[in-house]
């Protein structure tokens, strides 16, 4: 058994080791809500994506209309024309009007058919895709309010464990909390058993000053902590 100058450093150590994971996962979460509202935002572009796709046919068919329509204007103004000309090469010369603007009409009316096709087409798979993207967006909206409310347990958990580590500090030298705090800085865990004469922190071997240290189990608490040579940490003898 460490001696009780260790087992109270060991409380403190559990205590911080607990304070601090607490920490790293209430610190991780911010990210994993940007990270999912970025999921979300990259959803809602693919909606929009599809849904300007769509908007871009129905503009080409309400162009293609208005063409038909100039088309078909003209065509009902040349056959009057014709019908009140005399001569006949201008008959001959508007009835070559006619004729082309009626094939004109006639490629209007077929890329007409192809742009509604499409459009029928788009309309199917952006319903499809917009109904798999909300159902996407509606999960990833889940997560985040179940990321928010882990936020919430965890910073409870974690006004209790800085009130625990408060507690653990309190029975602990200061000389000692010095030295723990200072190591645990760049450290943690701080303070670990020798096994095999090896720091249980860096796994290096110790001098046998500080084996013999770690072996005295009526350690005088004012003497000073014995520690790892390599690392620095607070070692100690587990029998």
Known sequence: MPNPVIETLLILQ??????????????????????????????????????????????????????????????????????????????????????????????????????????????????????????????????ITMLRERATSLAAELTAAQAEVVAARMPVDAIKLRLYDRIAVRNMPAVVAIHGDKCGGCHLKVSGEAVSGARGKGLDPLAQLPTCDQCGRIVYWES
């Open 14 to 143: 559990d205590r911080d080791t607990k304070r601090l994971g607490l920490e790293a996962q209430l610190k991780q979460v911010p990210g994993d809500v940007a990270r999912v509202e970025a999921k979300i935002a990259a959803e809602k572009s693919a909606i929009d994506a599809a849904k300007q796709e769509l908007m871009g046919l129905e503009v080409k068919k309400k162009n293609l209309e208005n063409e038909i329509g100039s088309a078909e204007a003209k065509l009902a103004k040349y056959k009057t024309q014709q019908s009140l000309v005399k001569k006949n090469d201008e008959y001959q010369a508007l009835g070559h009007e006619i004729e082309t603007t009626e094939k004109a009409i006639g490629d209007f009316e077929g890329q007409e058919l192809e742009i509604m096709y499409a459009i029928d087409e788009a309309k199917k798979k952006f319903a499809a895709a917009e109904a798999v993207l909300k159902g996407n967006i509606s999960g990833h909206e889940a997560r």
